[in-house]
């Protein structure tokens, strides 16, 4: 049906609600799960067998490789990690809480706090670093067994393992760049992860197209965090096909029936407005749709069908 106009929205809860507010204003609309499986490949080795890997690869490619900056790039930030980790495990031995080292709070709030002590931006910059780094090498260290969660929801620093001996997960980019034989042979792994990537399509019928009050879905949709550039083409979508329908119910207006090849030809021709906000609109559609849109019109009983042809209802 081509009046038929889908949005997509990948919350749930934000689809339920949605449908839920145009139900109670008798606006038919069905939501659908869709699952896209994404697939991720990584490399997973310690971090020492994995910068001998991406050091091997270096050796075997030319100075004017493309790769050999990125793979530089990559050797010297496992270099940076597994210093910042043993800094890190000195400054908290084992059995020691590192908890207060993980501030709960998210980023929006973090750089909130700290604007809100006076921090300027570069401070404020270099605090939030600081703490990305603790969560990273907290996540890594957790990975590996290090972090030992107390029934109180502590976490503690459960032995003392050797930086360069912590296993590190890497892009599956590297496997082109280096090989996988490369890989093998430092007894780097490769790894797989598919996940469902579900969305959920909130589907309008023609009945419910002709239903929708744009601005009352404009204020709804304002409350939420959703998709506004897959939100603005159905937004333009509905309205296009509404104008459309507009101009057909104008073409049979006080006539008889009309066969379907004058109403295409009338609205291939016809340039009109809407008054006080376009002056001039064209239309350019093909047969196909303009049939399956006064098909999709007679079903919702807006038009009716005579014969070969067309009239209003």
Do not use: C
């Not at 997960?169 to 790894?191: N, Q």
Request: proline share 4%; net charge negative.
């Amino acid at each position: 049906m081509v009046l038929e106009e889908t949005l997509v929205v990948y919350d749930p809860d934000e689809a339920r609600r949605i449908a839920g507010a145009l139900r109670k204003k008798g606006i038919p609309v069905r939501i659908v799960r869709k699952d896209t499986l994404v697939r991720s490949i990584d490399v997973v080795g310690r971090i020492r067998d994995l910068k001998a890997a991406i050091e091997e690869g270096i050796a075997q490619i030319g100075d004017d490789d493309d790769a050999r900056p990125w793979l530089k790039r990559t050797l010297a930030s496992l270099g940076e990690d597994e210093e910042e980790i043993a800094t890190f495990l000195q400054q908290h031995p084992p059995g020691k809480a590192v908890t207060p080292a993980m501030p709960k709070k998210n980023l929006p709030e973090l750089y909130q706090a700290l604007w809100t002590e006076g921090a300027d931006e570069v401070e404020a910059s270099r605090e939030i670093a600081k703490i990305l780094k603790n969560r990273r090498i907290f996540a890594l260290l957790e990975r590996n067994g290090q972090i030992e969660w107390t029934k109180d929801g502590e976490a503690i620093l459960h032995g003392y393992a050797d930086p360069a001996d912590l296993v590190a997960t890497l892009s599956g980019e590297i496997i082109e760049e280096i090989g996988l034989e490369t890989l093998r042979r430092h007894a780097v792994k490769t790894s797989m992860t598919i996940i469902s990537d579900p969305d959920y399509r909130l589907e309008f019928s023609p009945e419910a197209i002709s239903m929708i009050d744009i601005m009352d879905l404009d204020e709804l949709v304002g409350e939420m965090e959703i998709d506004l550039d897959a939100y603005d083409l159905f937004r333009d979508n509905v309205y296009a096909k509404r104008t459309v329908v507009s101009r057909v119910i104008a073409i049979l207006e006080g006539r008889g029936t009309v066969p379907v090849e004058e109403i295409f030809a009338a609205l291939q021709s016809a340039v009109f407005e809407i008054p006080g906000k376009i002056e001039e609109i064209t239309l350019d559609l093909d047969l196909d749709f303009v049939k399956g849109l006064l098909d999709d019109m007679r079903k919702i009983g807006m038009i009716r069908r005579k014969g070969a042809g067309y009239r209003s209802a």
